[in-house]
């Protein structure tokens, strides 16, 4: 039974940083992309950043690139999401999903595209 716990999440100010973590079980980590998505009352789940099975390529919504970075530890089947200079608009309830891929191919950035998928993190971030 694949399982993924998303922690890391809580109330900071903008400009403050934070960062994600993803504990996935139950699966050969290695052979998957990984991915956050981040969702807001009312409003579709939306991309924000993937991350190949050798971390090698990692696209990023236009909206936090240059901000958020991705990173994945194979060994401890975690994935993480350090994200920089937070804004209002970045609050929102954070997911982790992760997809059986090949080699360096990353899945699309639908929420369709991804197998599984944790409970979420809330990430507020005050002005």
């Known amino acids: 039974q694949v399982q993924l716990v998303e922690s890391g999440g809580g109330l900071v100010q903008a400009g403050a940083s934070l960062r994600l973590s993803c504990a996935a079980s139950g699966l050969t980590f290695s052979y998957y992309s990984l991915a956050w998505f981040r969702q807001t009352p009312g409003k579709e789940r939306e991309f924000v950043a993937t991350i190949s099975r050798g971390g090698g390529t990692t696209p990023y919504a236009d909206s936090v690139k240059g901000r958020f970075v991705i990173s994945r530890d194979n060994d401890r089947k975690m994935v993480y999401l350090q994200m920089h200079n937070l804004k209002p608009e970045d609050t929102a309830v954070y997911y982790c999903?992760?997809?059986?891929?090949?080699?360096?191919?990353?899945?699309?950035?639908?929420?369709?595209?991804?197998?599984?998928w944790g409970q979420g993190t809330q990430v507020t971030v005050s002005s």
């Open positions: 999903a992760a997809k059986r891929t090949i080699s360096s191919v990353v899945p699309g950035r639908n929420v369709g595209d991804y197998d599984y």
